[in-house]
């Protein structure tokens, strides 16, 4: 089982639309979670870190299970400019000297249509 | 710029050869990691420093990938005797967590070395 899962996708959704997507974690230990957006042949970037109570900016909403061990992405009135690809990191603490490793997801990946 | 910067940004080689990248992360941060990406798939971990030390390798970092961070600030990669498989972009990314801070912060990438082995 992959330690950080996504449903690959592709979304296509006409602009405007609501658009949802859930990841989920392996590693109970598993402490803090991020979505990342990869535009075409780009970096990823940081979209927002994910709490625990859940957190909003904007049009984007994430939310965090820890129970079930899985996160949600959510964008509302999407535009043309959130085509991307969505990832789901997560990271964890390993060992006794404090390593910690930041697992991605594969990616989902959208495309809004006008 | 002050982000993570990474050269060469292309690298094209030929199978057998050695190829050698680099990363410039920010500026103080301690955590620096590198990752490998193929086309449709998310960033693969590869190696993780904190510091100049080396504190996690991924499994499926065969012997003839190295990694080196000296002065715990750049930090080098180095694979040896390449073959087509590597053919990928390798990114590198940097973050900054206090010394008894659990949680993670966020890792700020660079725009990555694509290596095409011919």
């Known amino acids: 089982r992959k330690e950080v899962e996504q449903d690959p996708g592709p979304f296509n959704v006409p602009e405007g639309a609501t658009v949802a997507f859930n990841c989920t974690y392996s590693?109970?230990?598993?402490?803090?979670f991020f979505w990342y957006r990869q535009d075409c042949r780009k970096e990823p970037k940081l979209l927002m870190s994910?709490?625990?109570s859940g957190n909003e900016d904007g049009r984007f909403t994430a939310q965090l299970n820890r129970a079930s061990q899985y996160i949600s992405l959510l964008i509302r009135d999407s535009k043309l400019s959130d085509s991307a690809t969505y990832l789901c990191?997560?990271?964890?603490?390993?060992?006794?000297?404090?390593?910690?490793?930041?697992?991605f997801g594969q990616g989902t990946r959208l495309t809004i249509n006008p | 710029d002050t982000g993570v910067s990474q050269n060469p940004r292309h690298k094209i080689t030929k199978r057998g050869q050695n190829v050698t990248f680099r990363c410039d992360p920010i500026?103080?941060?301690?955590?620096l990691y590198w990752y490998r990406q193929t086309l449709g798939q998310g960033p693969e971990f590869l190696t993780y420093?904190?510091?100049?030390?080396?504190?996690?390798k991924s499994r499926l970092l065969s012997d003839r990938f190295s990694a080196e961070r000296p002065k715990g600030s750049f930090s080098t990669l180095e694979i040896q005797r390449t073959e087509q498989g590597d053919s990928a972009m390798y990114l590198c990314?940097?973050?900054?967590?206090?010394?008894?801070?659990?949680?993670?912060?966020?890792?700020?990438f660079g725009q990555g070395t694509r290596l095409t082995v011919v």
């Open positions: 990314a940097s973050s900054f967590t206090a010394l008894r801070q659990t949680l993670g912060t966020e890792a700020f």
């Open positions: 590693n109970s230990a598993s402490q803090s």
């Open positions: 994910v709490y625990s």
């Open positions: 990191v997560v990271n964890y603490r390993m060992g006794t000297q404090g390593a910690q490793k930041l697992v």
């Open positions: 500026s103080e941060h301690n955590r």
């Open positions: 420093f904190q510091n100049e030390a080396q504190l996690e």
